[in-house]
Nanobody
């Protein structure tokens, strides 16, 4: 079965960096787009970044452009989220997600993703 396991979360001060990883098993990783979403306390889950199965096309929410980078290593079946210049408002649980269909185009909608990890907590203090 599909399994997504996130790691790399933690607590950092504002301006710091973290790299999240999501290890995937149970499906042909190289055929699926992947994404990162986040959910802060009392707020709805929101899109952060996605990239296509090829890794060529990426999309970011405006608040993280220029600070976060999504990438993938198909040989390792892992997707990453490099987060730099972190801000307190980046504090949230971060979730890795797999697109519903193989070779789907880039999407920013949570409904287009059919499998989710358990999440990893990121806390940024000022």
């Amino acid at each position: 079965q599909v399994q997504l396991v996130e790691s790399g979360g933690g607590s950092v001060q504002a301006g710091g960096s973290l790299r999240l990883s999501c290890a995937a098993t149970g499906f042909t990783f190289s055929s699926y787009g992947m994404g990162w979403f986040r959910q802060a306390p009392g707020k709805e889950r929101e899109f952060v970044a996605t990239l296509t199965w090829s890794g060529v096309t990426t999309s970011y929410t405006d608040s993280v452009k220029g600070r976060f980078t999504i990438s993938r290593d198909n040989a390792k079946k892992t997707v990453y989220l490099q987060m730099n210049s972190l801000k307190p408002e980046d504090t949230a649980v971060y979730y890795c997600a797999k697109s519903r269909g193989s070779y789907d185009p880039t999407s920013t909608r949570a409904s287009d993703f059919g499998a989710w990890g358990q999440g990893t907590q990121v806390t940024v203090s000022s």
